[in-house]
């Protein structure tokens, strides 16, 4: 997903893409090699940097995808109106370079000793960095309880659909599509409220610990619904992006 870039004092380094994948028609997975990456934990992002040959630059933050003994990874989603989503999902290719710095953040990050039940809830791109989270957890061999609700407009927007189709031991992935359902749907359908999160959703019973990532408004429904149902606020993280709209 695709935020203006927060600073700090990180170094920049240029990174060669090391492959282009593909993930739907708009979103596409970029791993890179940086030189000096000191490691990442998920749930963290890290900064891109595009310089024109004029000397304009443009900064964006993304989600890391991949899981922290992974090469470094991002999931980007083109948008129509950006500045660097549309080069990176059309234009870019293995043996480029990208500039980049991180690992960003500290607070929107799980590893097995955080515990569970784990309730992860994404809204479209949002599930970037839930995806590095469910792979750290798979790779370390968590048994922590898992449930995952991702929301999208249609099944072809479903983004990691093959990984996320895979059974786990421990894990349960559920969808809302809010605008287009192929033929046969069983799934649930419209966005997430209080209704289908009391459906889906661990009870507030379990001590869950709850992500929550999206557009604004996906997060800010989906988390006061959650505290509504009795998660503790502290026990609910949220990271969101964009403006208000959501999947």
């Known amino acids: 997903m695709e935020r203006t870039a927060v600073r700090g004092r990180l170094t920049w380094q240029a990174a060669a893409v090391a492959s282009v994948t593909r993930e739907t028609a708009s979103v596409v997975t970029i791993e890179l090699d940086p030189p000096h990456w000191p490691g990442h934990r998920a749930g963290q992002h890290l900064d891109v940097r595009l310089t024109a040959e004029d000397g304009?630059?443009?900064?964006?933050?993304?989600?890391?995808?991949?899981?922290?003994?992974?090469?470094?990874?991002?999931?980007?989603?083109?948008?129509?109106?950006?500045?660097?989503?549309?080069?990176?999902?059309?234009?870019?290719?293995?043996?480029?370079?990208?500039?980049?710095?991180?690992?960003?953040?500290?607070?929107?990050?799980?590893?097995?000793?955080?515990?569970?039940?784990?309730?992860?809830?994404?809204?479209?791109?949002?599930?970037?960095?839930?995806?590095?989270?469910?792979?750290?957890?798979?790779?370390?061999?968590?048994?922590?309880?898992?449930?995952?609700?991702?929301?999208?407009?249609?099944?072809?927007?479903?983004?990691?659909?093959?990984?996320?189709?895979?059974?786990?031991?421990?894990?349960?992935?559920?969808?809302?599509l809010t605008r287009r359902q192929p033929a046969g749907w069983t799934g649930h359908t419209g966005r997430i409220g209080p209704a289908l999160l009391a459906e889906v959703a661990w009870p507030a019973a379990e001590n869950p610990l709850a992500y929550i990532c999206g557009p604004t408004s996906f997060v800010e429904t989906a988390a006061a619904a959650l505290v509504g149902l009795g998660y503790p606020a502290e026990r609910v993280k949220t990271e969101r992006f964009g403006g208000t709209g959501g999947p």
Do not use: C, K, N
């Open 56 to 176: 304009y630059t443009a900064e964006r933050d993304y989600s890391i995808a991949s899981a922290p003994d992974e090469p470094v990874a991002i999931t980007v989603e083109r948008l129509e109106d950006g500045e660097v989503s549309p080069y990176l999902t059309q234009e870019l290719r293995a043996g480029d370079e990208l500039e980049l710095r991180g690992p960003v953040g500290g607070y929107f990050v799980w590893g097995p000793a955080d515990g569970g039940p784990l309730m992860l809830l994404a809204g479209g791109s949002g599930i970037v960095p839930l995806r590095s989270i469910l792979r750290h957890r798979q790779r370390t061999g968590s048994d922590v309880p898992t449930r995952l609700l991702y929301s999208s407009r249609g099944w072809a927007d479903v983004i990691y659909r093959d990984e996320l189709g895979q059974r786990h031991d421990g894990v349960q992935v559920s969808y809302t």
